[in-house]
T-cell receptor, first 109, second 118 residues
Framework: KQEVTQIPAALSVPEGENLVLNCSFT??????LQWFRQDPGKGLTSLLL?????REQTSGRLNASLDKSSGRSTLYIAASQPGDSATYLC????????FGTGTSLTVIP | GAVVSQHPSWVICKSGTSVKIECRSL??????MFWYRQFPKQSLMLMAT?????????EQGVEKDKFLINHASLTLSTLTVTSAHPEDSSFYIC??????????????FGPGTRLTVL
């Protein structure tokens, strides 16, 4: 069974800090990996998609990396803001999706 | 953890036919279910949010008359792609959010349904 693990489960940081969220997966034969944001009571918002052939994707203050050989991905958030407070989910796609349980981020003003 | 199933996991149909995809929460009740789709090499995108017993809320650009969503019970939501065309070929995934006060309050995802329209 494929497993996707996210560490930490919860994170609280003061505004302005840079932070890293981690995602690990057991099988390196992935199709792609996505990072999502989820606000309370809402559906997922896609943040970054990394294809299996790529190592990195950037969008604004967000940067996601992928190391298939070690089964890891990181989401880097620069200069965090209170509006970044949400749950961040990592999802790995093989023939189907496997989602991590998420990291709940709180950015303190 | 809680389990969400989807049926079928893979379907091929002819252009112009309708296809129904089921999303079931197997061991919990869900007041809210979400439907997503992913086109090849694109991100997973939210299509609609369905609440048990009420009309679904569709995201901008998603045709409500083409993608019919029924959330008739606390354990089942269905997505019907009406008059499917090749451009509807995609990977459809649902998720279910347990009822308030449940043991698990996070969202659980189904394994997805791959639709191919010929």
């Amino acid at each position: 069974k494929q497993e996707v693990t996210q560490i930490p489960a919860a994170l609280s940081v003061p505004e302005g800090e840079n932070l890293v969220l981690n995602c690990s997966f057991t099988d390196s034969a992935i199709y792609n990996l996505q990072w999502f944001r989820q606000d309370p009571g809402k559906g997922l918002t896609s943040l970054l998609l990394i294809q299996s052939s790529q190592r990195e994707q950037t969008s604004g203050r967000l940067n996601a990396s992928l190391d298939k050989s070690s089964g890891r991905s990181t989401l880097y958030i620069a200069a965090s803001q209170p509006g970044d407070s949400a749950t961040y989910l990592c999802a790995v796609r093989y023939s189907q999706f496997y989602f991590g349980t998420g990291t709940s981020l709180t950015v303190i003003p | 953890g809680a389990v969400v199933s989807q049926h079928p996991s893979w379907v091929i149909c002819k252009s112009g036919t309708s296809v129904k995809i089921e999303c079931r929460s197997l061991d919990f009740q869900a007041t809210t279910m979400f439907w997503y789709r992913q086109f090849p090499k694109q991100s997973l995108m939210l299509m609609a949010t369905s609440n048990e017993g009420s009309k679904a809320t569709y995201e901008q650009g998603v045709e409500k008359d083409k993608f019919l969503i029924n959330h008739a019970s606390l354990t089942l939501s269905t997505l019907t792609v009406t008059s499917a065309h090749p451009e509807d070929s995609s990977f459809y995934i649902c998720s279910a959010k347990p009822v308030p006060g449940a043991t698990h309050n996070e969202q659980f995802f189904g394994p997805g349904t791959r639709l191919t329209v010929l």
